[in-house]
């Protein structure tokens, strides 16, 4: 595993808007993920406290370690997501707040009333499909990001970086409180449900940043010609044809009863976002004296 740290970006946000990168229907899509984070990031943080109160301090104090920077990091999240999503939280939208209640309120429903594995496997379903996206964010789409706006760009550098950095923790929590008990054990919670949580938590997102996304793009080609209108829906999905077959791809892995998210190679620039986030790096902190 990478060293993790914990960083404190330094961008300002005022000025960000929602079509932040020429590339409207990319812009949007990452507006609509941008919802996520801020409730997402204190759901795992919640599940993750619980699961820590069950490790063994002694036995399990590395992997203690490892979960006390998972939520230092998760923390950062929310927090810049919620300060960046202001951009588009701005009336233009009516049905944005509507839409983030429904999100909040399964959550909360999943912690107040599912078992701690069940969270804990989504919490590791939602790290392994957002592992795939990670590499691509920082390999793929050079095309989307040509001309964005360098807050918007920066913010989702930081964020898949950090992602990619944490991405083994999800799993090594949820094998070591319920897959490590022998070999029926390792093929109900370690496969089986793992599995369950992949997919509980692919579908469920998937249909909140649908419907976040839909809303978006209802508001923007509302004031559209038909011209542009049409020529909005074809640049929606050929960017959904692009990723969609990106993730599809890189997703078939996380089905293999021998996945490990740690050989998993880091994307190209990785080492070099995550500098600019320390202290004093670019993007990063100051420190002071």
């Given at each position: 595993?990478?060293?993790?740290?914990?960083?404190?970006?330094?961008?300002?946000?005022?000025?960000?808007?929602?079509?932040?990168a020429p590339h409207l229907e990319f812009a949007m899509i990452n507006n609509a993920n941008s919802v996520m984070p801020v409730y997402l990031e204190p759901y795992m943080i919640k599940a993750?406290?619980?699961?820590?109160?069950?490790?063994?301090?002694?036995?399990?104090?590395?992997?203690?370690?490892?979960?006390?920077?998972?939520?230092?990091?998760?923390?950062?999240?929310?927090?810049?997501?919620?300060?960046?999503?202001?951009?588009?939280?701005n009336g233009r939208y009516p049905k944005i707040a509507e839409f983030e209640?429904?999100?909040?309120?399964?959550?909360?429903?999943?912690?107040?009333?599912?078992?701690?594995?069940?969270?804990?496997?989504?919490?590791?379903?939602?790290?392994?499909?957002?592992?795939?996206?990670?590499?691509?964010w920082f390999e793929s789409f050079a095309n989307?990001?040509?001309?964005?706006?360098?807050?918007?760009?920066?913010?989702?550098?930081?964020?898949?970086?950090?992602?990619?950095?944490?991405?083994?923790?999800?799993?090594?929590?949820?094998?070591?409180?319920?897959?490590n008990n022998g070999i029926w054990s390792k093929i109900r919670y370690g496969y089986f449900y793992r599995i369950y949580g992949v997919w509980t938590a692919w579908f469920h997102m998937q249909s909140h940043i649908k419907k976040v996304y839909d809303h978006f793009m209802d508001m923007e080609r509302?004031?559209?010609?038909?011209?542009?209108?049409?020529?909005?829906?074809?640049?929606?999905?050929?960017?959904?044809r692009h990723i969609g077959g990106l993730m599809m791809?890189?997703?078939?892995?996380?089905?293999?009863?021998?996945?490990?998210p740690a050989r998993k190679p880091p994307p190209s620039g990785l080492d070099r976002v995550l500098k600019e986030f320390e202290p004093n790096g670019k993007y990063g902190k100051p420190v002071l004296g």
């Open positions: 595993m990478l060293d993790m740290k914990v960083r404190y970006p330094q961008i300002d946000f005022e000025d960000v808007f929602p079509h932040w993750f406290i619980q699961a820590k109160a069950r490790l063994d301090p002694l036995k399990d104090a590395e992997l203690i370690k490892e979960v006390d920077w998972f939520i230092a990091q998760e923390s950062q999240h929310y927090r810049q997501h919620t300060r960046f999503n202001k951009c588009f939280q209640k429904a999100f909040k309120d399964d959550l909360d429903g999943y912690i107040a009333n599912k078992p701690l594995y069940f969270n804990l496997a989504y919490a590791e379903g939602f790290e392994s499909t957002g592992a795939v996206f990670y590499k691509h989307y990001r040509e001309g964005a706006r360098e807050e918007a760009l920066r913010l989702w550098d930081w964020h898949n970086a950090e992602e990619f950095e944490h991405r083994e923790v999800a799993l090594k929590l949820f094998q070591a409180l319920y897959a509302a004031e559209m010609t038909p011209a542009e209108r049409d020529k909005s829906i074809a640049s929606e999905k050929k960017m959904k791809r890189g997703l078939l892995g996380i089905f293999s009863p021998f996945y490990n």
